[in-house]
Structure formats: C-alpha cells, structure tokens
C-alpha cells in the first residue's frame, strides 16, 4: 500500500484548511451582502477625509473642558464598576471554587450565573437595562457590573483552584476554622492577582463604556455621538484624542502596578 | 534573648504597599465615583424594584412580534457572519504585519513603529472606528466591516508578535547558521512553531468580535440582531421580544466558549 509521507500529508492538511476557509469566507462575503469592492474604494476615501476635517481646531479647543468633564464620568464608572463587582465576584468565587467550595450545587449555581452574565454582551445588557433605570448612569453602570461580574467570577475561581489549593490543605491539616483558612491562606494569596485583574477589567470597561455611552446617553460616548451628529468633526476627533490618551494612561499604569505586584 | 526575637511574618516590601495602596485607591475612587453618576431625576430605588419584573418578562415570557423566527435567525447568522469576516481579515493583515513588529525577526526601529502604531490603533474603542469609517462609506455593513477590521487588526498584530516571540530562539539561530534566508525561518521554524497560540488568539478574538458585532448593530447601523434588539429596547419597547434575541445571542455565545474551553483542554493534555 502506498502511504503519503509525512511531509505530503502535512502540506494537504494545510492546504484543505486555507481552501476551507477562504470557501467559509466567501460564502459569509455573499451572505452579509459586504461590498468588497466598496470596502477597498472606502479606505482611501476615509484617509483623505480625515486628513482634511478630522483634527482638532482652535474652537473645538474651548469644548476642551467639557469633554474631560464627561471623560471623568466614564472613567468613574468603569472603575467603580470594575472595583464592586470584583469584590462580589470575589465572595462568590470563593464559595464556588473546588478548594473552598462550601457545597456542590451553589458552585454549578454561581458558575451557570456567571456565564449568563458574562455571555450577553455589554451593549445589550445596556439596551436591556434602559427598561429599568432609562438614560441615567446607573443603566451603564449596572450593565459593566454584570459583565464584569460574569468575567470575574470564572477567572477568580479558577485562580483560587491554582493558587491556594495546597496552603488551603495544610491549614485544614492544622485544624483550622473555615474563616481563618480563607483569611490567612485565600485572600493573601489571590490578591495580587485579583488587583491585576480588576486592572484589566477597568482598561475594557472604559472602552466598552464609550459604547455604552453611546446607547444610554452618559460619559464620553455621549460627547462623541452628539459632536458627531451635529457633523463637528473637528470636535468629535478632539474626544478620540483625549480617550485615546486617558485609554494609553491606564494601561501604563496598570502595567507597571502589575509588574510591581506579581 | 528569646524575648527579643519576633518573627516578622509578612514584612513590608514594595510589592506590598504598592498592593495595597492600589487596592486603597480603587475604594476610595469607587466611593467618589457614586457622587459623579448623572442621575437625570431617575429614582434608582424605582429602577432597581422594576429589575425583578423586568428580568422575569425577558427572560421566562419572551416571544417574537415585529419580525418572525426565521428572520432572527437569519440576522443572527448576519451578525455571527460579520464576526467571522473581520476575524479572518484582521488576521491576513496582523499576520503579515506581526512578522514585521516581532523582535526576534525584524529590526528594531521597524518593531518599534508597528507596535506603537497597534497600541494607538486598539486605544481607540471599535464603535468609533466604525462611525471614523461610516462618514465616507455610510452607515452599513461595509463601515462596520471596515472599522472592526482596523480593530482586529491592531489586537492580532500584538498577540501574535508576542507568541513569535516566545518561540525559542536556538531554532531561529540554527536555521540562520545553517544558511536558511528570513522567508525560510518564517515558514519552516516561526510558523509551524507558533501556530497553535495563532489559532487560539484568533478563535478568541472571533469571540469578542462576535460580540462587537451585536454592538454595531445596536449603535452604529450593522444590521444583524443587534439592531433588531435596539429597535426593540429604543422603538418598540418590547422586553418580551428582547428576551428572545438575549436567548439567541446567549445560545451562540455559551456554545462558542465552550468550544474554546474544550480546544484549550485538548491543548494542555
């Protein structure tokens, strides 16, 4: 019997997956109804508009201090979105973890509500929440907290299984009382990493918070959908400048608190 | 003398107090963050007591009015599809250019630009890139496809640089002893190397861009189910028509994680 050998084989396989995949990619083209064409005649376009109406201008300058004033309000939210509902997520986290789970059905509970949570996207939990508390920021705020909560509930757990699973049984070995296994051995040891996570919750949310400004009206979102409507460019380029600085800020200080922390 | 001696158990090195200071912070900006929240008159009390009733009409009575069954779930696949497209195209793109921003592959100066250049392109969030592009392409699938593209582009260029990175550098300095050019280390050793780490960046950025594409349909006219759930929060007012779309989203969504989940397992073994 002739067999291919392993080079051949391995060059077939690759070949099906690109021919596979460039099938799957037409198929989606047709389907969406996406212009190619449109789409590569667009990119110049769009260069060439920017160049010439999307910059900041000597009166988008004077709306300077009204756009940082919303940018503070979404960066507000997003940290205390971010903060709460990674001490909640926290709480849970610990009762749903092997090492400290205190029941086996409150874990698959805490987990299947997690993943409900986290699995309907930031902006339609925006749109769904409009229903209760309308275009306030309390509708924004709620909507980070539940997809923050969702995310941090399963990373949270999977790192106390990780991190704290051999003192958690040497503390048990000793005798000691739930409360104190979780006080002296959980806590101590998953805080670094729960700091950095609220870290990279805080960066998403804010970028997810300028699109949930958008739907309900609040923050930086707002400031860009009404400059942009209203057709000032020049305006509405300021506020990308200015998120893009404060999203860059973040970031920088995040890292280096994590480098310092872990 | 034994009097004298204590055992600092945790002492205090910078880790420690930058740990805490951090931790300090956030508390106290959360705090401050409450008095910032524009209110506009919504009694919060009032929401929060609606939130019960409202969860139970999306979720346990949904049902369809303004458009049918097999319209939802054909602007679901139109959203899933949106996703999909801007994944593989972000991917062309990031992985010719990631070749270029990795350290062990080109010079420096080049590495340096490229990355400064993704760090600016993925600052900007998606759904402004969309309406940057929708002003010359008109609001529609080609803005989003476009913006969300620049997106992805800008996230795979940096993940993928990285897990170039990561591949042991014996390998590349071997190859280059023995003579192989730059185009026969990429293809022989960096590739084939690397090409599980590719495969879950891009399967996990296909998830967020999933989700990204329910967004510009709510905010920036990409059609799909997202549109259909904006127009049922904002037009319609039907929280019974959004429980059914929330339970659309959410099967595909719930299906697409387990299947990273299963794909990273069958990695570790």
Redesign the interface.
Known sequence: MHTLDFFTKKRLSFGLFVVVLLGLTYVTIIFTEYNVAKGFTSIPKAIRWATTNFYPDAASLKKLPSILLKLRDTVMMSVASATIASACAFFVAIFGAQTTRINVWFSVFARGIATIFRNIDVSAWALILLFSFGQSSFTGYFALFFVTFGFMVRVLIETIDEVSTDSVEALRATGASYFAIIAQSVVPSCLPQLVSWVLFMIETNIRSATLVGILTGTGIGYSFDIYYKSLNYHAASLVIIVIVISVLAIEAVSNWIRRAVL | MQANTTIIVRPWN??TV??RT??MS??I??G???T?????D?D?WA??D??GS?FSA?LLTPYLKNITFDVMIRNL??TI??G??TT?FGAAIALGLALLAAQNLAPRWLTVIIKGLT??VR??????WV???A???GLG???A??GMTFHSAGYLIKAYAESFEEIDNGTIEALKASGANWWQIVFQAVLPSSATALLSWTFLRFEINF?TA??MG??AGAGGI?YD??M???FY?N?HE?GA??YA??AF??VL?AGATRYKASLRK
């Open positions: 910078a880790a930058i740990l951090t931790i956030l508390i900006i959360t401050y963050a409450f910032t929240f524009n209110t506009r919504v919060f929401g929060v609606m939130l409202n999306l696949f139109i599809g949106l999909f497209l593989i760090a600016f600052a900007v969030p998606t759904v402004l309406l940057i592009f002003v010359s392409a699938s080609v803005a496809v476009l989700s329910i967004a709510a905010a997202g759930m904006f049922a929060s904002g007012l929280l959004m779309f929330t989203v959410l969504a719930v994680e």
